[in-house]
């Protein structure tokens, strides 16, 4: 591919100097008889160990001096990924290292304006704004115990219960107090329909069967739990009136018709948004359809990687470690690297066009408009505007941020 360059760069000097710091760096280790620890002289640890012994240690000092010669001495090219290097010469005068460096492969924009992607529109029905209402109330009703009536759907049964088995009691089959709310589907299938109807200090014997599909020793065989229903309690909805408004933290919703017009407000808000949203994925995907360019493997599996990492970060603040995670799932990365292609070849192409279209509408911000929105980042994040530029690493990073949404803008805009 023509985004693929090859350099070899050969050290001398550099070299020479990174046998020696490897010299003294393993030297410390080595005890050499006729002298302590660590204070052979040279000759004596090359006759023992031979000059390869450093090799290693010297090439990884020395990587890092030959691609920073490199980019100085090709001062236009801007590799995309971390490069491949081999070792193609070696000797104790010198090393030649080949570097493998992938550029930005060459992008053509096609139609990325009149599209004709069509945008939904936005309503919301009064059957929406009451279920939400209704969803607001359900989360801010009180558990109160049922003093009189049955176990209804929705309730929760607090039960002592004790299964049996061929004649023996079910091992981990029983408890005392259970809090059991009926419909969640806990319990094997004829349990919670079994106490609907039941009050308080009532027994019952259910004989249900265990389903097909249950663990090996107990799938299809018959059960009989002896149950006792200790108490019910039940969810006591709030009345809509000042102090539910009041606990909503709606102060400027006086009445029924106030919370409504607010609940319509806010789905007609959020539903903007997602349908914007829509919009804008709907339009990337039929602009990057016209966009041609050639992606290396690389670039892809690079961007995988990252996913990757930014899922086990995720799982981490959930307390999980990603290695669990293959575990419990029965995947091994390789799979999730196959799982996340499709997704990670669509970012980067993404990528390739809305930076095809910053182009070719000559995005561009002054580096007062650049300072002016990274302090404005950091008074949102709660941090000083050096301690935002560190993050990101460069205000150039935040300028490429602002020539990224602005081109998204310009194509939402136009479409």
Known sequence: ???????????????????DKAFKKKNKDVKIDGFRKGHAPKDVYLKNFGIESLYMEAVDESINIAYKRLLEENKDLKPVIEPTVDVTGISDSNVIFKFTVITKPAVTL??????????????????EVNHEIEHLRSHMADVVVKEQGKVENGDTAVINFEGIVDGKKLDGGSGENYPLEIGSNSFIPGFEEGLVGLKAGDKKELNLKFPEN????????????????????????????????????????????DLKKKIKADLEHDKKHMADDKFLDACLEKAASNLKVEINKEIIDEEIHRMIDQYAYQLKMQGMNINDYYKITGTTEEELHKQMHPEAEKRVKYRYLIEAIADAEKIDFT????????????KEYGVTVDELIKTYGT?????????????????????
């Open 1 to 19: 591919m023509k985004n693929v360059h090859e350099f070899e760069i050969k050290l001398d000097k550099e070299w020479v100097e990174a046998l």
């Open 110 to 127: 096609g139609e990325y304006k009149n599209l004709k992607v069509k945008k939904e529109e936005v309503t919301v029905t009064d059957e």
């Open 214 to 257: 249950y663990v090996e020793d107990l799938k299809g065989k018959e059960v009989t739990f002896k149950v006792k229903v200790v108490e019910i309690k039940t969810r006591k909805l709030p009345e809509i009136n000042e102090d539910f408004f009041k606990d909503l933290g709606y102060d400027d919703v006086k009445s029924e018709s």
């Open 367 to 378: 580096e007062k408009e650049v300072k002016e929105k990274a302090e404005e980042m950091a």
């Open 395 to 415: 205000l150039d990073i935040v300028k490429y941020d602002m020539k990224m949404h602005k081109a998204m803008e310009i194509l939402r805009e136009n479409n």
